[in-house]
C-alpha cells in the first residue's frame, strides 16, 4: 500500500502536533509556514517543509499539495487564510480537507466553502486528528482506561478465511476478539471459533490501544 500523503498547513502547537505524529507512523508529511524558526525546527521530522504563504496556490502547486491524500489547515485564527486555502486546496483536487476553527461561527463558513471536516481546539487535538488520519481498518475505539480499549475494525485481508485459534492474535497483536458485525450499527454476534473468519465483517475486540493502534497505522495487521 502507498504511504498517505498530507499537507498540513501552518505549524503552530496543533500542526506541528499532527504534522510530527503523521511522520513518525510513516506518513510523507509537506509542512508550509510563514516562520522561518518554525520551518527549521521540523523540517528533519518531515518529508517537506516549505517556508512560505499557503494562501499562495502556484506555492502549493510547486511543493506538491494537489498530490496529496489529506489536507489539515492547521491554523485557526484567520479565517480569510483558511477560506483561501480551502479553495486552493479544492481547486488543485486534494480530496479530503480538514481545517481548525475557533469558534462556531468558523465551523459554518468553513463547510461552506467545502470542507471535509472541521476540527475545534477545545474539542480536538493533534493527537486525535493524527489517529483518525492514520486508520487503515480501525473503525472506532472505545478507550476504557490509557492502555485498553474496545476496538471494532474491518478484518484484514490476511485474516480472512483463518481460524481464530491458528491467527494467535493475544501473542501478536495483545487484541482479544468478543464479537463480529455484518455491517456497522448490527447488534454484535459471537464468533465461532471453529468455522473461518468472512470476508466484509466487522470484528471487535479488546486491545491494548497503543499496540493495535501501532500495527494498524504501520498497515501491519
Known sequence: MNKKIVGV????IFGVRVATELSEYGCEVI??????????KISEQVTNATIGDFTDIELLRN???????????ATGSHLE???????????????QIVAKARSLMFEDVLYEVGVSAVVAPE??????????ILRNKID??????DDTSIIEFEIPEAWIGKLVTNLDLRRKYEINLIGQRSERGE????????????EDVI???????????????LNQL
Do not use: W
Open 9 to 12: 498547513l501552518g505549524l503552530g
Open 31 to 40: 509542512a508550509i509556514d510563514t516562520d522561518a524558526a518554525k520551518v527549521q
Open 63 to 73: 511543493v506538491g499539495i494537489n498530490n496529496c491524500d489529506v489536507v489539515v489547515i
Open 81 to 95: 487564510s483558511a477560506v483561501l486555502a480551502v479553495m486552493h486546496c479544492k481547486k488543485l483536487g486534494v480530496p
Open 123 to 132: 474539542r480536538d487535538s493533534g493527537h486525535r486528528l493524527a489517529s483518525k
Open 140 to 145: 472506532e475505539v472505545l478507550r476504557l482506561d
Open 187 to 198: 447488534n454484535l454476534t459471537g464468533i465461532n471459533i471453529a468455522e473461518p473468519l468472512q
Open 203 to 217: 470484528l471487535v475486540g479488546i486491545a491494548n490501544t497503543h499496540t493495535f493502534e501501532k500495527f494498524d497505522y
